[in-house]
């Protein structure tokens, strides 16, 4: 089944312990990106990744980095995690970043940082 | 900058009601719109993709229409029924392929 995963689903977590948000996807996507939802705001991009080794920073990169050693795998990293961080964030992934395709998007992992 | 913006925040219909969704965009240079459907718990999922040379797509009891120059574009759901219930999110693409969310339409069907 095609799909974008990401993991964990919830976490909470207290200020400044770094912590890792995976996200994979099955379907050889080039594109994936990551986006933040809060409530009165919609969602968010942080990063992007166009391929394997380019990423670029979205609308509210500030906290956050990513990698993209595999073409499957996108994770998010919170370095310094802080309380405004606190947010429910999704990974999305699409065969090109040409603007033509569907974007798919993961469950969701929802962060709680204390 | 892009903003996009939907119309009505909440919306509540008897069953079998066929219903209209907003959404407006200020740039029209847009790449494509996508409607999203968003379920508590669960990820958004994409409902249609209408290119920017289109006027619009269909699936099923959905239809969703797209006036670029206007910067309009509408989900019509026909027939409604209670497991439509869910929040409706339009996004328009620029360059870089990001999307540009709206803040969505929470759409409850009463049995």
């Known amino acids: 089944e095609a799909q974008v995963t990401q993991n964990p689903r919830y976490l909470i977590t207290v200020t400044g312990k770094k912590l890792t948000v995976t996200c994979s996807q099955n379907?050889?996507?080039?594109?994936m990106s990551w986006y933040r939802q809060d409530p009165g705001l919609g969602l968010r991009q942080i990063y992007y990744?166009?391929?394997?080794?380019?990423?670029d920073k979205g609308d509210v990169p500030e906290g956050y980095k990513v990698s993209r050693k595999e073409k499957r795998n996108f994770p998010l990293i919170l370095e310094s995690p802080s309380p405004n961080q606190t947010s429910l964030y999704f990974c999305?992934?699409?065969?090109?970043?040409?603007?033509?395709?569907?974007?798919?998007f993961g469950a969701g992992t929802r962060l709680s940082v204390l | 900058k892009q903003e996009v913006t939907q119309i009505p925040a909440a919306l509540s219909v008897p069953e079998g009601e066929n219903l209209v969704l907003n959404c407006s965009f200020t740039?029209?240079?847009?790449?494509?719109l996508q409607w999203f459907r968003q379920d508590p718990g669960k990820g958004l999922t994409s409902l249609l993709l209408?290119?920017?040379?289109?006027r619009e797509q269909t699936s099923g009891r959905l239809n969703a229409s797209l006036d670029k120059s206007s910067g309009r574009s509408t989900l019509y759901i026909a027939a409604s029924q209670p497991g439509d219930s869910a929040t409706y999110l339009c996004?328009?693409?620029?360059?870089?392929?990001?999307?540009?969310f709206g803040t969505g339409t929470l759409l409850a069907v009463q049995p």
């Open positions: 999305a992934s699409s065969p090109s970043w040409t603007g033509m395709n569907i974007q798919y």
């Open positions: 379907m050889n996507h080039e594109y």
């Open positions: 990744s166009m391929n394997v080794e380019v990423t």
């Open positions: 740039d029209s240079a847009i790449y494509n």
């Open positions: 209408i290119q920017s040379s289109q």
């Open positions: 996004a328009v693409s620029g360059a870089t392929n990001k999307l540009i």
